[in-house]
């Protein structure tokens, strides 16, 4: 199929990731995606409504499986679907995968800082993920805001993936409980503590990639040009709400 024509996924499995997040790994017709990209899914009712949003692929380029994150959002229309309906063996409606602007390819290389809010994470774990299988010992910082320790996304992994490769950085910002490893930022990922990471980093990033709610976006990626990053050099993606 193109990559733009809906195609029915079936869903192989539903993963709780977190207490607000839950995977849903699809597999499907689907061309294979660059890290970053997202696909479109449509949920159709019995009386022929549709309701149409995006998701970003969490899972790294030619994974079997297209890994899905979705926060359940409590007055949302489609989000919650995913956390109390959809099972194994059903069937979605899914487009994709789509998006050129936020793709990471290893030609682009680094060093690469990856900003992430919420399940903002998803696709830069694709990133993450991709780093590792083709690129690894590349410098890169992920900088990651949670609300609390059980609200990291992907938690277990990442912290194996950096155990793995000094190269790879990562600190998790904790906005609602302290923070639990030296070197992980407590409270809201802010011009001076994103300015304080990037001074233990020790790397200027000639890569940024910033993903999460709107308002989280616009904070970070104003914090990080006020900073002295180049905004040529930052790539964003914009999940919706204000965060
Ligand atoms: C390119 C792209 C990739 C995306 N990837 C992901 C992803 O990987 N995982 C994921 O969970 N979501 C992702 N989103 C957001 C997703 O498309 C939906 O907007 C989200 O799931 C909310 O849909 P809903 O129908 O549940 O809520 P809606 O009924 O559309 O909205 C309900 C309420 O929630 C608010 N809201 C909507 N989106 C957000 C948000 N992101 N954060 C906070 N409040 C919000 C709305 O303003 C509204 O008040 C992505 C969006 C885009 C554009």
């Given at each position: 199929m193109s990559g733009v024509r809906w195609t029915p996924a079936t869903v192989e499995r539903v993963v709780v990731?977190?207490?607000?997040?839950?995977?849903?790994?699809?597999?499907?017709?689907?061309?294979?995606?660059?890290?970053?990209?997202?696909?479109?899914?449509?949920?159709?009712?019995?009386?022929?409504?549709?309701?149409?949003?995006?998701?970003?692929?969490?899972s790294a380029p030619g994974a079997p499986l297209v890994e899905l994150a979705i926060e359940w959002?409590?007055?949302g229309?489609?989000?919650?679907?995913f956390h109390d309906v959809v099972q194994a063996g059903d069937t979605l409606d899914v487009r994709g995968p789509i998006g050129g602007h936020f793709v990471w390819r290893a030609d682009d290389g680094g060093p690469l800082l990856l900003v992430a809010g919420g399940s903002g994470i998803a696709p830069l774990m694709a990133i993450v993920r991709h780093r590792a299988a083709v690129t690894p010992g590349l410098p890169t910082l992920l900088l990651y805001s949670s609300r609390t320790w059980d609200d990291i996304v992907f938690r277990a992994e990442l912290q194996a993936l950096a155990a793995a490769d000094p190269a790879l950085v990562v600190r998790f910002a904790i906005t609602r409980e302290a923070a639990r490893r030296p070197g992980d930022v407590a409270g809201r990922l802010d011009a001076p503590?994103?300015?304080?990471?990037?001074?233990?980093?020790?790397?200027?990033?000639?890569?940024?990639?910033?993903?999460?709610a709107n308002r989280f976006v616009e904070a970070i990626t104003m914090a990080l040009v006020d900073g002295g990053i180049a905004a040529a050099t930052i790539r964003t993606e914009r999940f919706g709400g204000a965060g």
């Open positions: 990731q977190t207490p607000r997040v839950t995977s849903v790994f699809l597999r499907g017709d689907l061309p294979r995606s660059e890290a970053g990209q997202h696909v479109d899914v449509k949920l159709t009712a019995d009386d022929g409504y549709s309701a149409e949003r995006s998701y970003s692929i969490a959002l409590p007055d229309e489609v989000s919650p679907f503590r994103i300015a304080a990471a990037l001074a233990g980093w020790g790397t200027r990033p000639a890569r940024t990639y910033v993903c999460g």
